[in-house]
């Protein structure tokens, strides 16, 4: 019972997670044209891979062109993508290799801070390169409703949920290969059964509630196509309120499960 209380330990912050989303932020900077290239061309092939493509052989699904229809849910995977990624690989790198967080606990932060810190860049890189895929959307006129507005803010609740999640399997891994198991058993089956590229109602109903229950992309994809055909129903509701639980909960375990990883 000591033990999982002790995962779920309420974290020490102070401003100085500020510190450590600052020094992420002046590195990315440095590369930004390298990390603004990817989030640009990615959204334009899937758009003319399963839009122009497979679009051709598919009418509308409930009324919304089939277009219309998946671009949300690849804003919306750009926001997981985007979190996961920078939470996984790319925190482990920092941790295991670069040396960058026994560096920083070095100083007055402490372990709490710094992965708070990680998480909350994490969000912000879903921010970022979610927001330049909605630019790209837009600009492509597949944005019915003003309300897409608002998709910035639930960006950065999903970036990070998915961050927390993240760095959940970055806490237990034992080296940077074994990601390839979350990738591939979590993040993958979760991309194409979440109501991505098809509706889930033409899925048995216990794979829906499944699919709500057990996947956030499902909610977030939801919310997003909600914001951008207008489609507002109270199951967004449902939606929201399922990520604004879940979101503080992996971020403490994921907290107290790094502390357990690098503090011997």
């Not at 290799?97 to 026994?102: A, E, G, L, M, P």
């Not at 909350?120 to 507005?149: H, M």
């Not at 971020?251 to 502390?259: D, E, R, S, T, V």
Request: with cysteine; charged share 10%; proline share 6%.
């Amino acid at each position: 019972m000591s033990k999982l209380s002790s995962l779920f330990k309420v974290p020490n912050l102070s401003y100085r997670v500020f510190k450590i989303w600052l020094r992420n932020k002046d590195v990315f900077m440095k590369t930004y044209k390298a990390n603004f290239l990817p989030s640009l061309l990615e959204p334009i092939l899937y758009l003319v891979a399963f839009g122009l493509g497979l679009g051709g052989f598919v009418d509308t699904i409930n009324g919304t062109p089939y277009l219309n229809f998946i671009a949300p849910a690849i804003v919306t995977m750009s926001m997981m993508f985007s979190a996961f990624y920078e939470c996984t690989y790319a925190s482990f790198v920092r941790m295991y290799f670069q040396k960058t967080f026994d560096a920083i606990i070095a100083t007055p932060v402490n372990i709490e801070e710094v992965i708070t810190g990680e998480i909350l860049w994490g969000a912000t890189k879903s921010l970022i390169n979610s927001s330049i895929v909605l630019a790209v959307i837009t600009a492509a006129g597949l944005v019915s409703s003003p309300l897409f507005l608002l998709i910035p803010l639930v960006a950065f609740l999903v970036g990070f949920l998915f961050s927390a999640i993240a760095m959940c399997f970055t806490a237990i891994v034992p080296n940077i290969d074994a990601f390839n198991y979350p990738a591939f058993l979590f993040i993958t089956p979760m991309s194409l059964m979440s109501g991505t590229f098809f509706p889930l109602t033409a899925m048995p109903q216990i794979v829906q509630t499944i699919a709500h229950v057990v996947f956030p992309l499902t909610n977030a994809v939801d919310i997003t196509r909600a914001l951008t055909l207008g489609n507002i129903e109270t199951s967004i509701l449902f939606s929201l309120a399922w990520m604004l639980i879940v979101a503080p909960i992996f971020f403490i375990l994921a907290i107290n499960l790094m502390k357990k990883r690098l503090i011997k």
